[in-house]
């Protein structure tokens, strides 16, 4: 089965804006996105700022086969993330502030006006194992299911959308929403709210 | 039970007899409400080889959770039944005040049994439901039957018009005058059951699991109607009438019967054209802050509409570029309880034959001055008009040429060229309940951008698209939302809303999945009726004869590619048959 150019074309697009923003060191972070009952993901050890067309593997959603010899080690987790979401494409990055922020707290409640508009609320996820376990093949897709893009504690974003583009949208809001927060609390003045029933974005 | 009134009511029109049944609580998690709940009881009340139009088959009127909750466009119910024109299940959706006025008399849904042995109205009260002879109706146009009947501030009414009565395969079932239950042919099936109306009375008061959240939930989404162009500029200046001239911009805006792509007199009969020359005001349905009605006057009549499918299969399908006609003739469909879409699709269809030499006479493109006749003579089965009334399906077919019958399962398709976008295309073929765009519409997608652009040719990957929008639709229709609410408002605000106003937590993914098992449940019944993979296609005009000229030119559907996609990322066979892990997945093992 052959990639199609345009969606290629949007791999290679998403990928360059994550490195070039900062949300991916080198060989970091993941894409991926449904096709039926496959999914095209990056190919292991691929570098997504550089992403060529071969550097794209196309494998089944339930069935092994021979893909998973050249796919990512974050396969089984964006296979989950498929059988038990709406996902039709999956983003994995490593925002810098947010990952800072995940370390001390089990959500990442915005408190700008953009991020308080799309997410409301971006829970923390803990595991042992901060990639290709089990543990995460169950609490990422958990998570998800509820959440359009959720936190790994000390690791990364997993997010999720109709497309690349959306869910790459997702994890800028929240890398933004975090250096604010982080801004903020370095300023060290008293907030003033100027958002109706903020008390609630915490129950999102 | 929160969010259900918790209660089903059962009339048999044959025995007189009117019972109360508990709503099943299970039910009404896996199902919901509305589509849902209509595809569910369908399931345990019809045989699906059953014809249509007798006695043995049934209408389900069903609200959900979410209606008359002030969530907004929580106006919507349900209708349900085997469709007399394409043989599948069916469901259509309206807007208005009947559903929230009869949701609020006590009750989730309606079952109508059997046939009355002479013309009769169901009222709903206060003091409950009682049948009425409805002799003196019967024959009444919707609007003097509506008017009859005294629709009024806490009293809504819901009939058909003669072209119900009469059968007529393309008959919608009207409320509140000129709302209406359009596709598919609901309006016959009341007719059969010599149904003339349905009033409703009912002020009960809801209670909700999290008042807090809910009206959190409420402020949030209404943030988005305001902020989105779409739902607070568009939709109330032009109505859907906006999308004329963007889908003429795209090629993909069918006219002549799909014999072409784009409409040269478009900027005639658009939004715009509408708004200056006759709207008077726009007005909405109840909770709805988006108010995309058109309130409109001609220089004889006054009314509502047209919507832009009504311009379109009146206007460019038709080759009609008469604005003034299209609005009137919009008026007359509904007076005569008629569904547009297909209504004007099938005069188009017929032009086609003239056009062709295939009939002698009859309307021809372009020629406004035959449209009010002709859509007379449908609704009473007047000469060529009777046949017409049975849909441009059989017409063709009658003739010998069903490929110019622009329809798919028998329904005609609406105003978008699959051929500008392909996903389209999919989504007619695979549609349950025929050629329609509310089972999911890749117009946001494909044209408008939302929730993201995507080449609107692009082929492969489509599939998933196409089958996430349709459980979404069909998750919207079971709560029941308007499908105009999602254009900004995404689903996560809607499986929020379900938990505060249930108390029952449903997640985004559960929502997705609850519009899923309906899906399959439909497409259950309708392999049970006889479908099978051959009817999931377009007419061959769409698969065979590429866009002659405009930014569409050269394309034809890529459909094959799209649907080994679809039946795979679905979990359905070869054959398009779920397979048995699907259904345990979904828990419809009970249901193979």
Not at chain 2, 441 to 451: A, R, S, T
Request: aromatic share 8%.
């Amino acid at each position: 089965m052959n990639l199609d150019p345009e969606i290629f074309r949007q791999f290679q697009e998403i990928g360059r804006d994550l490195y070039e923003a900062s949300l991916i060191s080198s060989h970091g972070g993941n894409l991926s996105l449904r096709l039926g009952d496959k999914l095209a993901i990056k190919r292991r050890g691929a570098m997504l700022g550089r992403l060529q067309l071969d550097d794209i593997v196309i494998t089944g959603l339930d069935k092994p086969d021979s893909g998973v010899v050249l796919a990512s080690t974050e396969l089984v987790v964006h296979r989950a993330i498929y059988r038990r979401t709406p996902a039709l494409a999956v983003v994995h990055a490593h925002p810098r502030t947010a990952i800072a922020l995940s370390l001390s707290r089990e959500e990442i409640v915005p408190i700008d006006n953009e991020a308080s508009y799309f997410l409301h609320k971006v829970p923390v996820v803990a595991a042992e194992f901060a990639s290709g376990s089990g543990e995460l093949e169950e609490k990422v897709p958990a998570a998800l299911a509820q959440y359009k893009i959720i936190m790994l504690r000390g690791h990364g974003a997993f997010s999720i959308g109709q497309t690349l583009d959306e869910a790459f949208q997702w994890v800028s809001i929240l890398e933004e929403a975090s250096q604010i927060i982080a801004a903020a609390k370095v300023i060290g003045e008293p907030l003033v709210e100027y958002r109706k029933m903020s008390d609630a974005y915490k129950r999102w | 039970m929160l969010g259900w009134m918790g209660q089903i009511l059962d009339v048999n029109l044959s025995t007189g007899a009117i019972e109360a049944h508990p709503l099943d609580l299970e039910m009404a998690r896996q199902f919901v409400g509305g589509r849902g709940l209509g595809a569910r009881l369908l399931w345990d009340l019809v045989d699906p080889r059953l014809d249509p139009l007798s006695p043995d088959n049934v209408l389900v009127f069903a609200t959900g959770p979410l209606t008359a909750t002030a969530f907004p466009t929580s106006n919507r119910f349900t209708v349900s039944t085997k469709s007399p024109l394409t043989g599948t299940i069916l469901d259509a959706n309206a807007g208005g005040f009947w559903g929230m006025r009869f949701k609020r008399a006590g009750y989730d849904a309606l079952i109508v049994r059997g046939r009355a042995p002479r013309p009769m109205y169901l009222e709903i009260t206060r003091t409950g439901p009682a049948l009425k002879p409805a002799d003196h109706l019967w024959g009444k146009t919707v609007f003097e039957a509506t008017a009859a009947l005294g629709q009024g501030r806490a009293r809504n009414v819901l009939c058909i018009g003669p072209a119900g009565e009469r059968l007529v395969r393309i008959a919608a079932i009207m409320n509140d005058a000129s709302r209406s239950l359009a596709r598919g042919g609901p309006g016959a099936v009341m007719g059969s059951k010599q149904l003339k109306a349905i009033v409703v009375e009912g002020d009960q008061h809801l209670e909700f699991a999290d008042r807090e959240y809910f009206k959190f939930v409420v402020y949030e989404s209404s943030k988005h109607l305001k902020a989105s162009p779409l739902t607070s500029q568009a939709l109330p200046r032009f109505g859907t009438a906006a999308l004329v001239n963007i889908l003429n911009l795209f090629g993909a805006l069918p006219a002549r019967n799909f014999q072409l792509s784009q409409f040269a007199d478009a900027e005639q009969i658009s939004g715009e054209a509408l708004t200056d020359q006759f709207l008077v005001k726009n007005t909405a349905c109840w909770a709805c802050p988006i108010a995309c009605i058109r309130q409109t006057r001609t220089a004889r009549r006054e009314g509502e509409g047209p919507e832009y499918e009504s311009i379109w299969a009146l206007g460019a399908a038709c080759g009609v570029s008469d604005l003034e006609t299209i609005v009137e003739a919009n008026y007359l469909c509904n007076e005569l309880g008629l569904d547009t879409i297909s209504t004007g699709a099938t005069i188009a269809c017929a032009m086609e034959l003239v056009q062709r030499g295939t009939i002698p006479d009859g309307p021809r493109f372009g020629q406004a001055e035959a449209l009010p006749d002709t859509i007379r003579s449908i609704a009473r089965r007047e000469g060529l008009g009777d046949e017409l009334a049975e849909g441009s399906r059989r017409f063709a077919e009658r003739h010998g040429v069903p490929e110019c019958s622009m329809s798919v399962k028998g329904l005609e398709l609406p105003a978008y060229d699959p051929r500008g976008m392909q996903g389209q295309g999919l989504l007619y073929a695979t549609s349950n309940r025929g050629g329609c765009h509310l089972r999911g519409n890749m117009l946001g997608p494909e044209l408008l951008g939302l929730p993201k652009r995507i080449n609107r040719f692009q082929v492969q990957g489509k599939a998933s698209i196409v089958s996430l929008h349709q459980n979404s639709a069909a998750a919207i229709d079971s709560l029941v939302l308007c499908k105009f609410c999602n254009l900004a408002v995404a689903e996560e605000f809607f499986a929020r809303v379900l938990t505060a106003t249930t108390g029952i937590h449903c997640s985004t993914g559960e929502l997705l999945q609850i519009g899923e098992r309906v899906w399959n449940l439909e497409r259950l019944f309708n392999l049970r009726a006889g479908f099978t993979r051959a009817d999931d296609t377009l007419p061959p005009r769409l698969l065979q004869e590429p866009v002659a000229d405009g930014p569409s030119k050269g394309w034809v559907v890529h459909l094959e590619e799209m649907l080994e996609e679809y039946y795979r990322g679905r979990g359905w066979d070869r054959d398009g048959v779920p397979t048995p892990e699907k259904l345990h997945e979904l828990g419809l093992s009970k249901r193979r």
